[in-house]
């Protein structure tokens, strides 16, 4: 298969000696992430997603015959929320080992093992190695190939459909690409429901370029799996109508309450600005929690749009353009912002425009360097191209050898502490009663008690509504006597997750008020509901 370069630089097809000296760097690439995942098999960081463990908690239900629940909630709803591939697939590694947490080796096994793949499609999408070494070396990237989370595999799924959409352009007999084309596109689908951009985007290039039968072909594979799993959906549904039911089992509820007219505006900026510093996060590891990295992100990706941009403008509009269109558009009016994880979709795209503008800046600069009139300018351009590549390679590396480490230890300590709370509860409590715990479902994987947690509407962060996020746990006591809940977990490190930091002590003090103190370590405390 011919690669297709998003680039502004002519195509020039490699010999195959040269095919083969590509395909060892990007190997030798895949190093650090295999010893990340070797060095953290056990998953200290399991749980920091929340969404992690409820596709282990979905799997673990599968594999025990029991159906696709939430078993983790006290009244065991169905998982309506997400596609279940990637848990039907944790399900094949629970029942070759049924043994929580030991199990987890092989979730992170299944998560680097999408690495390989995920660099070398990068290579084919973009016609270049540099964008594929680059999302290799991502510490942001290695570190969800030590994660039970989807994203990996839904961005290999939806470029290798992507992919099969353009070859069949260039094939007499084009209907098989777009037949595998759909059918990834649909496993993408069903492993992330934003899988339902390539509905849009694919058909409508295929209408573009007057390739009508494609169209057609395309939809009618995949919309039957859309089709098919939007009903299952609405069969299976809660009739619970609380906030937190609704996070757990309804995106399309969750963002009827999160987003509406009142606060579009707000919210597509701050997702727009979410964006970018997440695609400057790929490249180099949180560097947009300093004002230069911002800066540097917002450079870069304006560079990556611009190198599309020059790209659509000699090939015309690709397969490739229109899904980080329609990709982006949607990302922009959802009810998160599209942190690293969620760019990661489009980034492979977004790199090939970004390395085809710094190959095109770096033959200017060659060219110029040799003008008196336009030396200075070259100098100035070159340099600052090497000094923002030596800090990023300087950043990531560091992050390699200390950042990471530190993270996964600083993760491995709070989990132990967790795990000496959640013994605690298996010896003295009855396996009928329910938890509130901001980690929910890991109190169920390793207890076997239900919880819930007390879901934060993203409405109030985009707003910075301090006052609505503490009405909310100022009501806490009815909460847990709505909920019939007989015991209360907190770590140190709980709440975080969706509350303002500047307000946390005070809504943890909401919390810890209202009930008499049982067990208390040095980072965990449960507390027992009158």
Known sequence: ????????????????????????IMSVSLAPSAWLAWRNRDMPHFGSWHDDTLYVSAARSLA???????????????Q??????????????????????????????????????????????????????????????CLLATCAMSDILFTVLALAALLL???????????????????????????????IALLISVPLVFLWRRRYRDAVLFASVMLPTAACW???????????????????????????????????????????????????????????????GRVAANVLTALAVLGLWRSARRTGL???????AAYVAMALIWHFPPIDRISLPVAPILFGGLFSEFAMLAGLVRANIRDAKQRTAAYVVGGAMLVLLCAGLR??????????????????????????????????????????????????????????????????????????????????????????????????TDIGRDVPMPIRAAAVKLITNSFPLLYRSDSVAIYRVP
């Open 230 to 292: 939007t009903i299952w959906m609405q069969m299976h549904m809660s009739a619970a109508t609380d906030v937190v039911s609704l996070y757990y089992t309804s995106y399309i509820a969750w963002q009827k309450i999160n987003i509406g007219l009142d606060n579009i505006g707000s919210v597509v900026w701050r997702n727009l600005n979410a964006f970018i510093l997440g695609i400057g996060d790929l490249l180099i590891y949180y560097n947009s929690e300093s004002m230069l």
């Open 64 to 78: 025990q015959g029991h159906g696709y629940l939430i078993e983790s909630l006290p009244d065991r709803p169905y």
């Open 165 to 195: 959409a353009q070859e069949a352009e260039r094939r007499r007999y084009p209907a098989a690409y777009v037949a595998a084309a759909a059918v990834l596109a649909s496993a993408a689908y069903l492993t992330r429901t934003a899988g």
């Open 395 to 492: 950043h990531n590396a560091e992050t390699f050898i200390h950042g990471l480490p530190e993270y996964f230890e600083d993760f491995r300590h709070a989990r132990n502490a967790k795990v000496q709370a959640y013994s605690w509860i298996a010896r003295n409590t009855n396996a009928s009663q329910s938890f509130f715990a901001d980690d929910d479902v890991l109190l169920f994987l390793y207890t076997g008690r239900t919880a819930t947690r007390l879901q934060v509407p993203t409405r109030f962060i985009y707003g910075a509504d301090h006052g609505a996020v503490l009405a909310l746990f100022s009501s806490f006591r009815r909460f847990v006597q709505d909920k019939q809940l007989d015991y209360v977990v907190l770590a140190n």
């Open 80 to 141: 309506t929320k997400y596609p279940p591939l990637y848990p039907l697939l944790l399900s094949v590694l629970w029942r070759i080992n049924p043994v929580f947490p030991d199990n987890l080796q092989l979730a992170v096994l299944l998560a680097w093992l999408m690495m390989p793949p995920l660099v070398f499609i990068t290579w084919l999408v973009t016609g270049s190695w540099l964008p594929a070494l680059a999302l290799a070396l991502s510490p942001a990237v």
């Open 1 to 24: 298969m011919n690669t297709i370069q998003i680039s502004t630089m002519p195509a020039k097809p490699l010999a195959r000696r040269h095919v083969a000296v590509v395909l060892a």
């Open 318 to 324: 690709t397969h490739f353009h229109a899904f980080v």
